[in-house]
């Protein structure tokens, strides 16, 4: 296996989410059809790329100092300040001009929202699993500004631990489709994250009221954001903000959709599992999605190694890790549409089954989710 080399030269790559920016503001500028340029450039050429560049199969020494990240890191910090001025300069401009139809005014923040998720909340995740608490402030202002707060509390107290049962909400089931699933997870996903911090705090006999609860935080923030687009834009500068937050959310629950549908971990009785192993993830090595997505596809390595930093993230092949045949850029077309979806992907978690639980004859209640939950 070929070894990747952590540079700054190869750091470039991953900077190719800025190019979003400037693609924002002239669809601002101009309207029209330069409105759909961020969806163009996000979706489309990455997806063409990946046909034109393959796989990218090499992994980087795991055990590169810190300090040589610097370069791939730094596009994860300073982001917020570039989507703050994105959502916010936005929200200002469409309601102070009058060249913008109401039609491209919301093309147009459906590519902001495309930003917000794609980019956004991909480095919020990867700021939330540090330890440093500067990228964890980051990413909590990440999540604000599309008002998703709570996925902070969820997929680090919730997903990480249950990921492959039913106590993980974004753990999709077999044959559940991505409609059905993302209304599912709106509903379940602010419960379970609140009831983990809850958990938490009773194990130090403290109250889920207590001060010390990060959805306190969570809500001051998202409560500030809305003020803020409130007093820049009015009633319209807020539904503009909510209409972003929409697709953020859509497109980071899509990806959560894709990363684990219909994979399961072993039951081993008495509400006890199996650990975590990277065959409970779809892994995808699409070299430009990698790129856009800052590795976010080794996700197989990602739980397998949750504060291992995305440019040190491993590949698996396919006896290691189930692998998805497209990147997620062209894969979550498929997803929108439950039909094609399933068949193209039930065959694979079948062969899945077979090739890791050979001896499990009866998946009914792994497909129907009726194992009992783990324990707490």
Not at 227 to 242: C, D, E, R
Request: glycine share 6%; proline share 6%; aromatic share 14%.
């Amino acid at each position: 296996m070929n070894m990747a080399k952590i540079s700054t030269r190869n750091a470039i790559p991953f900077w190719l989410s800025l190019g979003i920016v400037p693609l924002l503001w002239i669809g601002a500028v101009k309207g029209g059809w330069w409105t759909t340029l961020v969806p163009l450039y996000a979706w489309y050429l990455f997806a063409a790329l990946d046909a034109v560049l393959g796989l990218n199969l090499d992994n980087p020494d795991p055990e590169t100092p810190e300090q040589e990240l610097f370069w791939y890191r730094l596009v994860t910090l300073i982001w917020f300040p570039l989507q703050f001025v994105n959502i916010f300069g936005l929200i200002y401009f469409v309601t102070h001009t009058d060249h913008l139809s109401t039609l491209a005014t919301i093309v147009l923040f459906f590519g902001l929202g495309v930003s917000s998720g794609t980019i956004g909340i991909v480095y919020s995740h990867e700021l939330m699993h540090q330890r440093n608490t500067m990228e964890r402030w980051l990413a909590d202002l990440l999540l604000a500004s599309v008002l998703y707060s709570h996925f902070r509390s969820e997929h680090l107290l919730v997903h990480h631990v249950h990921v492959g049962t039913r106590r993980d909400a974004v753990t999709a089931l077999y044959n559940e489709g991505f409609h059905r699933y993302f209304f599912r997870v709106l509903r379940e996903c602010p419960r379970s994250a609140w009831r983990a911090e809850a958990a938490m705090l009773a194990r130090r006999s403290l109250s889920p009221w207590h001060p010390r609860n990060p959805h306190f935080r969570y809500w001051t923030l998202q409560i500030l954001m809305m003020i803020l687009a409130v007093l820049l834009g009015g009633v319209t500068g807020l539904l503009l903000l909510f209409w972003q937050a929409i697709v953020a959310i859509w497109q980071l629950e899509l990806t959560n959709y894709i990363e684990h549908y219909g994979l399961t971990r072993r039951h081993l009785g008495d509400g006890k599992y199996e650990h975590v192993k990277p065959h409970h993830s779809w892994n995808a090595a699409h070299m430009a999605t990698n790129w856009l997505l800052i590795n976010l596809q080794r996700h197989s390595d990602h739980h397998y190694k949750p504060d291992r930093r995305f440019p040190l993230l491993q590949n698996y092949d396919k006896t290691d890790a189930p692998q998805l045949p497209r990147g997620y850029t062209v894969i979550a077309f498929a997803a929108m549409v439950p039909p094609l979806w399933r068949r193209i992907m039930n065959p694979k978690v079948r062969a899945w089954r077979e090739q890791y639980y050979p001896d499990i004859e009866d998946w009914d209640d792994y497909k129907y989710g009726r194992n009992p939950l783990p324990e707490l």
